[in-house]
Structures are given as C-alpha cells and as structure tokens.
C-alpha cells in the first residue's frame, strides 16, 4: 500500500492519500468451522465479517462425505439399508423408509398392515427425537445450555424405547424391504402409550423456559427472515418452508405409507409460521414449528398405538431380492425437509443407481442470501434455526 | 425503540419469563438427577441389543451365508470339513469395519449367529480387532466320536452286507 | 479509623512481637499477611465457586456433576489445578508476548487491588478505606484493560472479536452500576463498607438499607443486572460466548494464564455480591449480630487489652469478641454466596443476548430506570431528614 502512494508522488494530496491508503479498513475472514462448537457437524461456513456485521458467507461441504450414493451401486438392496441410517443419523427411522418404499414401489409388494403401524410410530417417534435435538442445540447455540439436557433426557427415553425394538439407539436399519425385521417385543407399545403421556407435560416445559424466553425470542425473532419467494427458489423444504408461511408437507399433500389415513382421520394438522412474534419466516418461526411438530408426531403416535393390529410384520419376500427393472423416485417428509430417494434398477441384485435428495443440502443454500447483514450473533442463530445434519448434506 | 408501551413490556416480560425459566430450572435442581455413574453402574440393557457377535460353534456349518450377507465383508472363516464333521480353524468378525447392522444374524439357517448385549471392546492393539468368535479350535470334542461312530457303522454296514452274499461257492451252486 | 480498634493484622502482630521490633517493620508485615490472606481467600473462593457452579450446573441438568475425586467431586478444583499448573505453556505464533503474558496478570490484579476494601469482619480487613465503593468500582475496571489486552495479544480474530465486545459493555454498564449504587450510598451516606454494613444494625439487626427506602430494591434488581453485565456472567456473556466464538478473548490461553482469567471472574463476582450484601442486604448484620451485640457491648473486639496494675497492658483474646467477629464474617460471605448462587442459577436458565442488545439494554433500559431510582430514592431520603428543615 505504501509504494502506491509513493508512486503517485510527493506532496499533501500525497501524505493524505497514503493515510487513506493505510487505514483502509479489510472486511476479516472468519472460518466457521470445520470445527467449531455450533456448526451442527463437521462443515465450514467461510464469513465475511466487517467487525460485528456479517457482509458474505459461503458454506464449503464435503467433510463428512462418505459415497453413500456410490456404495449403492456396489451392495444388494438389502445390504443397503445400514447405510441409509447413516446419511441423516438423527432421523434414521426415515431415511431406511424413503429407501425401503422406493425400492418396495419398483417391486410392487404390499406392506402388512401391523408394520405399517408400527413404520409410521417409529418414524414419528423419530422425528420428535431429532426434534429435541434441533430444538435443544439451538438453545446451546444462542446461549441457553439447560433446555439441551432436558432434551435430551427425553431423546434417551426414546432411544431406549428403540434399543427395546431393533437393538440400536441411532443407526436402527429397522424398516426394511418389504415391512420390518421384527415385531414389538411384548410391553413396547404399553411404554409409547407412557412416552406420550411424560413428553407433553416435559413439552409445556420447554416452551416455558426456552420458546417463551424473552431473551430468546429477541435473539431468534426478526432474525433471519426467509421469504416464501425465496424459500421456494431455492427448493427449501420441511420446516423451515412451512415457518416461511408456504403450507406444504408431504405426509399430507403426497402422502404415502398411511398417512392419508391418518390426515383424514383429523389426527394432525400441519404447523404453519405466521411471525407471531417477529416477521414471518424468521428463526423463531422455524423453532416453533419445530416444537409444534413435536406434539403433532405424539398425536399421529397416539392414533396409532389406538388402531393398532395384530398380525405379521413383514411381507412375503424371496430370499435373495431381486427387484424388476424400472425407476422410481419416493419422497417423504425427513424431519429437515423432503428426502428423496431414486432408484434404479436393472433387475440385478443390487440398484445401479441410489440417488438421494438430502433436504440439509438445499436448505443450506439459503445462508449466502441471509447471513449478509446480520450480526454475528444472528449468524449463529440462522445456521442454528436451518438445522442442518451434515451428514445428509455431504452423505 | 416504539413507545412507553412496548418499553414496559419489555422489561415485565424479560422479569417474568427469567421468573419463569428460573422456576422450572430450580425445580431440576432441588430433584434427583436421571443420570447413572457410569462405570460403576451401568444402564439395562435389553435382549435385542445388537452387541457384540456370540456363535453357537457347534450349529454352525461353514455355510457361509452370513459373511455374504454383510455388506463389508467383515467376516471370514475357515474350517476344514471331514465327512459330515468339522474341524474348525478360524471364525473371525473384523470389528473395525462392523457396522454392527444385524444382517448377518437373519440369513443363518441353523440360527446360530448372534449379537450378545455387550458394547464396549476396548484394546490398544488393532489386531485384537478382528475378533475370534470360536469357542474350541479344531473339531469338536464329540465329534471324534461321532466320526469314529460313522465310520464303525459304515463298516459294519459294508461287513454286514459282504456277510449277505453267500460264500461264493454256494451262490454258484445249486 | 472510623469504627473501634484498628486492623486485625496490626494488632496481632503488634500483640505477638515483642514492643523492640520497630514499627517500619510491623506495618508492612501485617501488609504482607494481609496479602496472604487475601490472596488465599481468593484462591479458596475460586476453587469452591468452580465446585459450586458445576454442581449447581449439573442438577440442574438432572446429571450429577464432578462425583469422582472425593466426596461428590469436591477436590475435582484442586485436581483441575494441579492439571492447569502442569500444562505446557504455550504462545501463540505471532502474539505480542509481552502483552500475552501481561494480560492476565493485569486482570487478575485488578480485582485483587478492588479486593483491598473488602472487610472480613468488623475489625478483620486490610485497609479501611473511607472511598472503598469508590476503590472496588474504580480497581475492577482495570480487569478490563488486561482483557483486551488479551484479545489484541493473542493473534487471533476470535480473541479480538471477544476482547472489543467486553469492552463495549463494560463502558455500558458502568454506568448503571455506579447509579443504582448511589442510592444505598444515600441512604448510608458512607462508601466505606464497614460502616455501611454498622448502619444497618438497627431494627434488630433487620434495619437492611434494602428495607429502609422503597426504592433500594429495584436499585438492587439494576445493581445485580449491571453486576451480571460486568463480570461477563450470562446472559451477558458475550466475551466468552462458548458456541460463537469457541472462548472468546481467552480462547488462546492454556494453563495458568487461563486460570487467571478463570480466577479474576470468580473473584469479580464474589466482589459484586459483596458489594450488595454489603450495601443492600446489611452486610454482617443479622439479628444473630444484633443479639451478639447486646450481650457483649457495641463492638467487641477479639483483642482485649488489659491494664495491669503496674501500668503495662496486657494483650488477651477476648471469646466474645472472637465469637463476635467469627459471626459477622460468616453472616457476610453466607450473603455472599447467596448472591453468587443466584447469578449462577440465572447462568444456567437464560440463553445469550446479542451484543447490540447487550447495548440497548445498558443505555436505554438500565441507565435510565437506575436515574429513576436515584431521583426517587433521594426524594425519599430528604423526605425522611424533614425536607431539610
């Protein structure tokens, strides 16, 4: 900096222009991450920062990729199934459903009525947990440490309840092709009956300390907002589309498995943001339609557990899987959005192509459009609200 | 900052959701807390746990369907098989790549792969990774005797049938 | 010197040495026992503040907390530093080391020069000093040139981030502190703590400047806040917010450096509930003090000095007064503590304010409900003197 002002001469235009020179000011470049305390897994947010103010971000993925998509080409369809638990492993209940439905729509075989029960009780009881966990990290992130152990206490009881029925607490490979691998043990669905009835007095408990908190709602209200225009350009899904106003879920406007049933049925209506206490589509939106949904799941889970069946819970299958060739692309409602699983198939034993639509991956674009102005704070309230899993972003 | 109105609720409201908050947070404080010492004590674990693998050595039959039917291939074994016995060289399970799915246990047709409830496999070595599930290298101890069995039967079967036909002079005549 | 008999320190030695040992010599060897104790004091509070906070934090979060190393984790302060004294010291590449080194030592003898007029008991303190309201706001501030001293040291964007953040609230919000605690000043119209903490004797020992102006109360409330805002406690604790900035202006120090910095805001915040046990919630009085009191005289002292009938006087240690002064500094760190554990409760249940809120709160909410106070608590203390007639 200084040899140009000594180029452009000497003289007080001069001394002026090199005092200018030098205390021109650099915006800083933060990383955020690859590791980093609120960056919801392994993912490097690049922020462009003047000072406090927040002037560009970019979000740099691919740390947590592991070729899940490529591995689908080389493994059978059945030996699939563990590795779709692991590209969102917070709601893996869901992933092993998109995966199994695809496959089960190529095949064309009906799913007994017991494991479609017990399919929706698990992948709702799933969403709550990862829920809780989307719910109590945003807590962390904005400062308030309790509401994530209490959470979490939860999120522990519903894993056990998992570990009783497939043997896992996270990575459960329990829906599989053609119904599931095995039934409730005795007992199980006694204890669901009791989880429903704990979870809404603990839920009451959460709004209080963290929804309702006047300090949270002046971190996370107005912060962030996401317009419906914008959220649909960039092919925004789950929650975060629905806190911008767009009334949109899948389990009722596509609906697969039994949920047409259990929407008719006036079992749960769909949570929708309406910046109640900011402007529509902000972070406090997001979070209240995530702690609704909550309670929504509970209700598909009682309605359930009310129709509940005897009866097998897998269908007729052959013993080595072979699938008729053809496409097929089944999408369902991930807790984070739209999961999309296409399939194709050649009629061997395996697929020839597994292409998997993370909703991590698109709701993650809309942070170059809203981190540019907010404050740095807000920075990690907004990464915080979108929820990401990064194992769904990267796979 | 809007108004005398918005002011004063601002404050009321920071007042009573702290109020709030700190009711529910100071009545976890006062109750006893859901967390056990681990390891001194630890939590129940239940039947279906997917734990480490136990084999029932003397189901098994060298079939081989559950090392295809895992999709990392992390098991292999060996065994040298003697009629209907066999003796035993190596079962082993390489629990760096177990992704401890469970799909090995379905495919068994004589059901004798299982996963146990036990989690923790701690070691400073990789080696002790690749886990032996035999109980008893080389044959089991009865089935010498079931061997030795089969094979007096089968000689005595032979005898016994060289015993039927008649000395060969005798068919022969008349 | 404003109340009974002079310093503790001075009279015991004074009382153990014999007469010949010149006085240039005992002055500063109370100084330097005074010291000692202080700094033992801080040391022993620290270590049973790290304790307390994490096992306050822990039931709240229905686990249990340190449990392992002695009776429920009791030693696991000690086992922390012994582990801090024996970490690598590290600087890191491209910090100005002087300054890395200075800081904490700057922090930490801020708050221990604030320190200084904090009184034991009645007649155990190191100095009674006439401003020392005054001493403790002005010596805490210092704290906050050794922090961003920190975050400039430390060659990192993080650290600096954390360092200006503190600065700007700090400025915020010592100016509401300052305000809310001119009213317990008014009604005392003393910033000696001693003789505050004696001018609440009265009302059975219940006479708490907290009771004795209805505005004293919502002076404590803004007091306590600003208290919060100073120490970096949550929800203002920005500098060292953990998920934004990993830890803020400390996050390149290891070791002991880091404990210094650990140890300044433990020490900060037992100042501050000092400060309003002292001013608001009548410092070593208790009807236990006033009962004391009535038994033994005004003010017992634990040094009895005798006149012999041959003139000389002989040194005693009186039990009453012992018991007396045991009382009162007991009576004052049980408020204390009180005080220390309300800020922790309140760590653990409200989430982070953002730093322009952190600002509007400060100036626009504190500062001017702190003036009410203040205008309101005056009006009502000339009222009570008669309206200056």
Same mark, same amino acid.
């Given at each position: 900096?200084?040899?140009?002002?000594?180029?452009?001469?000497?003289?007080?235009?001069?001394?002026?222009?090199?005092?200018?020179?030098?205390?021109?000011?650099?915006?800083?470049?933060?990383?955020?991450?690859?590791?980093?305390?609120?960056?919801?897994?392994?993912?490097?947010?690049? +922020?462009?920062?003047?000072?406090?103010?927040?002037?560009?971000?970019?979000?740099?993925?691919?740390?947590?990729?592991?070729?899940?998509?490529?591995?689908?080409?080389?493994?059978?369809?059945?030996?699939?199934?563990?590795?779709?638990?692991?590209?969102?492993?917070?709601?893996?209940?869901?992933?092993?459903?998109?995966?199994?439905?695809?496959?089960?729509?190529?095949?064309?075989?009906?799913?007994?009525?017991?494991?479609?029960?017990?399919?929706?009780?698990?992948?709702? $009881?799933?969403?709550?947990?990862?829920?809780?966990?989307?719910?109590?990290?945003?807590?962390?992130? +904005?400062?308030?440490?309790?509401?994530?152990?209490?959470?979490?206490?939860?999120?522990?009881?519903?894993?056990?309840?998992?570990?009783?029925?497939?043997?896992?607490?996270?990575?459960?490979?329990?829906?599989?092709?053609?119904?599931?691998?095995?039934?409730?043990?005795?007992?199980?669905?006694?204890?669901?009956?009791?989880?429903?009835?704990?979870?809404?007095?603990?839920?009451?408990?959460?709004?209080? $300390?963290?929804?309702?908190?006047?300090?949270?709602?002046?971190?996370?209200?107005?912060?962030?907002?996401?317009?419906?225009?914008?959220? =649909?350009?960039?092919?925004?899904?789950?929650?975060?589309?629905?806190?911008? !106003?767009?009334?949109?879920?899948?389990?009722?406007?596509?609906?697969?498995?039994?949920?047409?049933?259990?929407?008719?049925?006036?079992?749960?209506?769909?949570?929708? !943001?309406?910046?109640?206490?900011? *402007?529509?589509?902000?972070?406090?939106?997001?979070?209240?339609?995530?702690?609704?949904?909550?309670?929504?799941?509970?209700?598909?889970?009682?309605?359930?557990?009310?129709?509940?069946?005897?009866?097998?819970?897998?269908?007729? =299958?052959?013993?080595?899987?072979?699938?008729?060739?053809?496409?097929?692309?089944?999408?369902?409602?991930?807790?984070?959005?739209?999961?999309?699983?296409?399939?194709?198939?050649?009629?061997?034993?395996?697929?020839?192509? %597994?292409?998997?639509?993370?909703?991590?991956?698109?709701?993650?674009?809309?942070?170059?459009?809203?981190?540019?102005?907010?404050? +740095? !704070?807000?920075?990690?309230?907004?990464?915080?609200?979108?929820?990401?899993?990064?194992?769904?972003?990267?796979? | 900052?809007?108004?005398?109105?918005?002011?004063?609720?601002?404050?009321?409201?920071?007042?009573?959701? %702290?109020?709030?908050?700190?009711?529910?947070?100071?009545?976890?404080?006062?109750?006893?807390?859901?967390?056990?010492?681990?390891?001194?004590?630890?939590?129940?674990?239940?039947?279906?746990?997917?734990?480490?693998?136990?084999?029932?050595?003397?189901?098994?039959?060298?079939?081989?369907?559950?090392?295809?039917?895992?999709?990392?291939?992390?098991?292999?074994?060996?065994?040298?098989?003697?009629?209907?016995?066999?003796?035993?060289?190596?079962?082993?399970?390489?629990?760096?790549?177990?992704?401890?799915?469970?799909?090995?246990?379905?495919?068994?047709?004589?059901?004798?792969?299982?996963?146990?409830?036990?989690?923790?496999?701690?070691?400073?070595?990789?080696?002790?990774?690749?886990?032996?599930?035999?109980?008893?290298?080389?044959?089991?101890?009865?089935?010498?005797?079931?061997?030795?069995?089969?094979?007096? *039967? *089968?000689?005595?079967?032979?005898?016994?049938?060289?015993?039927?036909?008649?000395?060969?002079?005798?068919?022969?005549?008349? | 010197?404003?109340?009974?008999?002079?310093?503790?320190?001075?009279?015991?030695?004074?009382?153990?040495?014999?007469?010949?040992?010149?006085?240039?010599?005992?002055?500063?060897?109370?100084?330097?026992?005074?010291i000692a104790v202080c700094v033992a004091l801080i040391s022993v509070n620290t270590m049973f503040s790290v304790w307390l906070e994490r096992k306050v934090a822990g039931h709240i979060q229905c686990r249990y907390g340190p449990m392992y190393t002695g009776w429920h984790g009791w030693l696991q302060s000690l086992a922390d530093a012994v582990k801090l004294l024996v970490k690598e010291d590290i600087v890191p590449r491209g910090a100005d080391r002087i300054l890395f080194v200075l800081a904490p030592a700057l922090a930490l003898a801020g708050i221990l020069g604030a320190m200084a007029a904090y009184p034991f008991a009645?007649?155990?303190?190191?100095?009674?000093?006439?401003?020392?309201?005054?001493?403790?706001?002005?010596?805490?501030?210092? %704290?906050?040139?050794?922090?961003?001293?920190? !975050?400039?040291?430390?060659?990192?964007?993080?650290?600096?981030?954390?360092?200006?953040?503190?600065?700007?609230?700090?400025?915020?919000?010592?100016?509401?502190?300052?305000?809310?605690?001119?009213?317990?000043?008014?009604?005392?119209?003393? =910033?000696?703590?001693?003789?505050?903490?004696?001018?609440?004797?009265?009302?059975?020992?219940?006479?708490?400047?907290?009771? *004795?102006?209805?505005?004293?109360?919502?002076?404590?409330? $803004?007091?306590?806040?600003?208290? $919060?805002?100073?120490?970096?406690?949550?929800?203002?604790?920005?500098?060292?917010?953990?998920?934004?900035?990993?830890?803020?202006?400390?996050?390149?120090?290891?070791?002991?450096?880091?404990?210094?910095?650990?140890?300044?805001?433990?020490?900060?915040?037992?100042?501050?509930?000092?400060?309003?046990?002292?001013?608001f919630l009548g410092g070593f009085e208790s009807p236990l003090t006033w009962g004391l009191r009535q038994s033994l005289g005004e003010d017992p002292g634990f040094l009895n000095h005798v006149v012999r009938a041959d003139g000389s006087t002989q040194t005693l240690i009186a039990i009453g007064g012992f018991v007396f002064q045991l009382v009162c500094a007991l009576t004052l760190i049980v408020k204390t503590m009180l005080g220390v554990f309300l800020m922790m409760w309140l760590r653990w249940t409200l989430p982070r304010l953002r730093v322009d809120q952190v600002m509007t709160m400060g100036y626009k909410y504190l500062?001017?409900?702190?003036?009410?106070?203040?205008?309101?608590?005056?009006?009502?203390?000339?009222?009570?003197?008669?309206?200056?007639?």
């Amino acid at each position: 900096m200084s040899n140009e002002a000594s180029i452009h001469g000497a003289g007080e235009h001069a001394a002026q222009r090199e005092f200018e020179l030098e205390v021109r000011a650099q915006d800083m470049e933060v990383n955020f991450g690859p590791q980093h305390p609120a960056t919801h897994g392994v993912m490097r947010v690049l +922020v462009r920062s003047d000072g406090e103010v927040v002037t560009g971000a970019q979000a740099h993925l691919g740390y947590l990729h592991r070729c899940a998509e490529k591995i689908g080409e080389n493994v059978e369809w059945l030996m699939y199934l563990p590795y779709t638990d692991r590209y969102d492993y917070l709601s893996a209940m869901n992933n092993n459903l998109g995966y199994s439905m695809a496959v089960e729509s190529l095949m064309g075989i009906r799913i007994p009525r017991r494991a479609e029960l017990l399919r929706v009780i698990c992948v709702e $009881l799933n969403r709550v947990g990862s829920h809780l966990i989307a719910f109590g990290t945003y807590g962390m992130d +904005v400062g308030a440490m309790t509401p994530f152990f209490h959470c979490f206490r939860e999120r522990e009881w519903m894993m056990a309840l998992f570990e009783k029925i497939c043997g896992a607490r996270l990575t459960y490979s329990y829906i599989r092709i053609g119904g599931l691998f095995n039934d409730a043990p005795p007992g199980w669905l006694e204890e669901v009956a009791r989880f429903c009835d704990v979870f809404e007095e603990r839920w009451v408990e959460y709004e209080q $300390l963290l929804l309702s908190s006047h300090i949270f709602i002046q971190r996370t209200a107005g912060v962030g907002v996401l317009s419906r225009e914008m959220a =649909l350009a960039f092919g925004v899904t789950g929650p975060m589309l629905r806190a911008s !106003g767009v009334d949109w879920d899948l389990r009722r406007d596509m609906p697969y498995s039994i949920y047409a049933e259990i929407f008719a049925a006036g079992a749960f209506k769909v949570p929708l !943001g309406s910046g109640a206490k900011g *402007k529509l589509g902000d972070c406090w939106d997001r979070t209240w339609v995530r702690v609704m949904e909550m309670r929504e799941s509970i209700g598909i889970v009682r309605w359930c557990l009310a129709h509940m069946v005897e009866g097998p819970v897998v269908g007729d =299958l052959p013993k080595v899987l072979r699938v008729p060739a053809g496409e097929s692309y089944v999408a369902i409602e991930n807790p984070r959005g739209e999961l999309g699983h296409y399939v194709v198939s050649d009629g061997g034993r395996g697929s020839i192509r %597994t292409r998997v639509r993370g909703p991590s991956f698109s709701n993650l674009a809309v942070i170059e459009e809203l981190l540019p102005g907010a404050l +740095v !704070g807000d920075a990690i309230a907004i990464i915080g609200s979108i929820d990401i899993v990064v194992g769904e972003t990267d796979r | 900052m809007a108004g005398p109105r918005s002011y004063i609720f601002n404050v009321v409201n920071t007042l009573k959701t %702290t109020l709030v908050g700190m009711r529910i947070t100071g009545k976890y404080l006062m109750r006893k807390p859901i967390t056990v010492q681990y390891p001194d004590e630890r939590m129940p674990i239940p039947d279906r746990f997917r734990g480490i693998h136990y084999l029932e050595q003397e189901k098994c039959i060298d079939c081989l369907v559950c090392a295809r039917a895992c999709p990392i291939d992390c098991i292999e074994m060996e065994a040298v098989r003697h009629g209907k016995e066999l003796e035993w060289i190596s079962f082993t399970l390489d629990y760096q790549k177990c992704m401890f799915c469970e799909l090995c246990v379905y495919p068994c047709p004589k059901d004798c792969i299982h996963m146990g409830t036990e989690y923790a496999f701690v070691s400073f070595d990789r080696g002790d990774f690749k886990h032996d599930l035999l109980s008893y290298q080389g044959m089991a101890p009865d089935a010498r005797e079931r061997m030795r069995e089969a094979d007096a *039967k *089968k000689r005595a079967a032979a005898a016994a049938k060289a015993a039927q036909l008649p000395p060969g002079g005798e068919a022969l005549g008349a | 010197m404003s109340t009974g008999e002079g310093n503790a320190f001075l009279d015991l030695l004074n009382a153990v040495l014999p007469a010949s040992v010149p006085s240039w010599i005992v002055v500063p060897s109370a100084a330097v026992l005074a010291i000692a104790v202080c700094v033992a004091l801080i040391s022993v509070n620290t270590m049973f503040s790290v304790w307390l906070e994490r096992k306050v934090a822990g039931h709240i979060q229905c686990r249990y907390g340190p449990m392992y190393t002695g009776w429920h984790g009791w030693l696991q302060s000690l086992a922390d530093a012994v582990k801090l004294l024996v970490k690598e010291d590290i600087v890191p590449r491209g910090a100005d080391r002087i300054l890395f080194v200075l800081a904490p030592a700057l922090a930490l003898a801020g708050i221990l020069g604030a320190m200084a007029a904090y009184p034991f008991a009645p007649h155990v303190f190191f100095a009674d000093i006439d401003l020392g309201l005054f001493l403790i706001l002005a010596l805490s501030s210092v %704290t906050t040139i050794g922090i961003v001293m920190a !975050g400039w040291a430390s060659n990192s964007k993080w650290s600096l981030l954390g360092a200006m953040r503190e600065a700007a609230q700090v400025i915020a919000y010592e100016v509401p502190l300052g305000l809310a605690l001119l009213v317990p000043v008014m009604i005392g119209g003393t =910033l000696n703590l001693i003789e505050a903490s004696r001018l609440q004797s009265d009302w059975f020992g219940m006479g708490w400047f907290v009771f *004795k102006n209805p505005f004293a109360l919502p002076a404590l409330a $803004l007091f306590f806040t600003a208290a $919060l805002a100073e120490t970096k406690r949550a929800p203002f604790d920005l500098p060292e917010a953990e998920s934004e900035l990993v830890a803020g202006f400390h996050t390149e120090y290891s070791g002991i450096r880091w404990s210094f910095f650990f140890m300044e805001e433990y020490t900060g915040m037992f100042l501050m509930s000092a400060i309003a046990a002292v001013f608001f919630l009548g410092g070593f009085e208790s009807p236990l003090t006033w009962g004391l009191r009535q038994s033994l005289g005004e003010d017992p002292g634990f040094l009895n000095h005798v006149v012999r009938a041959d003139g000389s006087t002989q040194t005693l240690i009186a039990i009453g007064g012992f018991v007396f002064q045991l009382v009162c500094a007991l009576t004052l760190i049980v408020k204390t503590m009180l005080g220390v554990f309300l800020m922790m409760w309140l760590r653990w249940t409200l989430p982070r304010l953002r730093v322009d809120q952190v600002m509007t709160m400060g100036y626009k909410y504190l500062t001017p409900l702190a003036l009410l106070c203040v205008l309101g608590g005056g009006l009502w203390e000339w009222a009570r003197a008669g309206w200056g007639s």
